[in-house]
């Protein structure tokens, strides 16, 4: 393999690599967004510097269904994040993500620093309830439930779509060869060219279980502010870096 060969490798392992080379297009991905209010110290601990929290204390739950993912292919999501400012201006901060496939893994924590791991999550309808459930090393972890399309959004989507091109934040660490830190970044993203097919309010519940190496719990629910239900097309482009802790 020729130094031009390897320079022009999109991911590892080189002789089979993870994931090809972005920008990534998602059709029909399916969204489950519980939002809620926490416990404020717990949310400061999530939340790194300078980034500052919503003045309710306001976090979201959400689940993800991708059946179609360009590079990715078939894959469900679910994790965490909270509503933030970054030099005032409103973002969305990633805190955790389980998903059940390996190349978005990998591409989402080298890329652009997504907190992502491995688990078991799946959004499905269940009679007259959306229900989203995790489960992490077999163990049930969350459970989320919404009404099923109560409130359309059919005469809004033009502001459901404005909400989705929000500034988006992770937090993106990577270790040197000797362990120490080699990229330790705030990483901001705009998701590009969205289509939403749909998207619903309703009623919705939350439930969270301790759990060691799958802390959703962490983040303790307060208070259920809403649940919005949606389906989109979009493309994930590349990021920019926000702040650099290493500089």
């Not at 989320?144 to 404005?162: N, P």
């Not at 208070?223 to 389906?231: P, Q, S, T, W």
């Amino acid at each position: 393999m020729t130094r031009d060969e390897i320079l022009s490798t999109t991911s590892m392992p080189a002789f089979s690599p993870s994931y090809p080379r972005g920008p990534y297009r998602f059709r029909q991905r399916e969204y489950l967004i519980i939002t809620y209010e926490t416990d404020p110290a717990a949310l400061r601990r999530a939340l790194p510097e300078p980034l500052e929290p919503h003045p309710d204390n306001l976090v979201f739950y959400e689940w993800m269904k991708m059946p179609d993912s360009s590079g990715f292919g078939d894959y469900e999501e679910s994790g965490s994040g909270a509503y933030a400012f970054h030099d005032g201006e409103p973002c969305n901060f990633s805190i955790q993500m389980y998903l059940d496939d390996e190349p978005p893994i990998t591409a989402g924590r080298e890329i652009w620093g997504f907190p992502k791991k491995w688990g078991q999550p799946q959004l499905k309808l269940m009679k007259d309830t959306l229900t989203g459930t995790l489960f992490y090393d077999e163990e049930r972890v969350a459970m989320g439930t919404m009404t099923y399309k109560h409130e359309s959004l059919e005469h809004d989507l033009g502001s459901v779509r404005e909400g989705l091109r929000k500034l988006n934040v992770n937090l993106k660490l990577l270790p040197d060869v000797d362990g120490r830190p080699k990229v330790a970044q705030l990483v901001g993203y705009r998701l590009e060219d969205i289509t939403v097919h749909g998207a619903w309010n309703g009623e919705g519940r939350l439930d969270l279980i301790p759990h060691v190496n799958c802390r959703v719990a962490d983040l303790p629910v307060r208070r259920i502010v809403g649940a919005r239900h949606m389906v989109v097309d979009f493309t994930l482009p590349y990021g920019t870096v926000l702040h650099d802790y290493l500089a």
